[in-house]
């Protein structure tokens, strides 16, 4: 089956600091790829999104890079604020489905 | 509007049955239906597209689910267990090839 992982369960950064999020995925035919951020007692947030005919796509402070070579994901954060403590996840989408693959999340802690 | 669950929190026994609620995203036709356990993570239950299920995780029978010609949607679980005590979200999407999720803040059930 899908294997969404992440590299590190736990992050934790300094408030100012750049923080990267990494994410593994097994499946060579997932084409679309989505981070998310949930707080605690909220569902999952939309942050930004990448199809898999590119390999890097910003938004406001935040940079996902794909490297389908190794299959690899990441999530970087400039300048790194208290509100960014949250769990992230990646997500992916193979072509020929209509589901998503969720990763187990990684905790990020900004310490003011 | 984002997408809207209901109820928010609920509690049943073992052997109850339960449904919950789900309004899409103004114009998304797609919603999907996600567990969120601590030790799971986020696991697929079931996506539907204009009143027709697309797809299908691998959850047992007892869940079950429907989408309305205004596209709202709602799951039931029968029989419920103690191990379906979970964060049960839901999430839209707005085209008929699935991307961009947006999730609801969805519904706490616990079983006792």
């Known amino acids: 089956g899908e294997s969404v992982g992440l590299h590190l369960p736990t992050l934790s950064v300094q408030e100012g600091d750049n923080s990267i999020i990494n994410c593994a995925y097994s499946n060579s035919a997932s084409d679309y790829f989505i981070w998310y951020k949930q707080e605690s007692g909220k569902g999952p947030q939309f942050i930004i999104d990448i199809r898999s005919n590119m390999d890097k796509r910003q938004g406001q402070r935040v940079t996902v890079l794909l490297n389908k070579t190794v299959k690899h994901l990441s999530l970087q954060i400039a300048a790194t604020q208290p509100g960014d403590s949250a769990v992230y996840f990646c997500?992916?989408?193979?072509?020929?489905?209509?589901?998503?693959?969720f990763g187990t999340g990684t905790s990020l802690t900004v310490i003011p | 509007t984002g997408v809207t669950q209901s109820p928010t929190h609920l509690i049943k026994t073992r052997g109850q049955q339960v449904t919950l609620s789900c309004s899409p995203i103004?114009?998304?036709?797609?919603v999907s239906w996600y567990q969120q356990t601590p030790g799971q993570g986020l696991q697929f239950l079931f996506e539907y597209f204009s009143e027709t299920q697309r797809n299908k995780g691998n959850f047992p029978g007892r869940f079950s689910g429907r989408q309305f010609s205004n596209s709202r949607s709602e799951m039931n679980v029968s029989t419920l267990e103690l191990g379906d005590s979970a964060l049960y979200l839901c999430?839209?999407?707005?085209?008929?090839?699935?991307?961009?999720?947006?999730f609801g803040e969805g519904s706490r059930l616990t079983v006792l």
């Open positions: 103004s114009g998304h036709r797609s």
């Open positions: 997500a992916d989408r193979q072509w020929t489905g209509n589901q998503f693959y």
């Open positions: 999430a839209s999407s707005p085209s008929g090839g699935l991307r961009e999720l947006f």
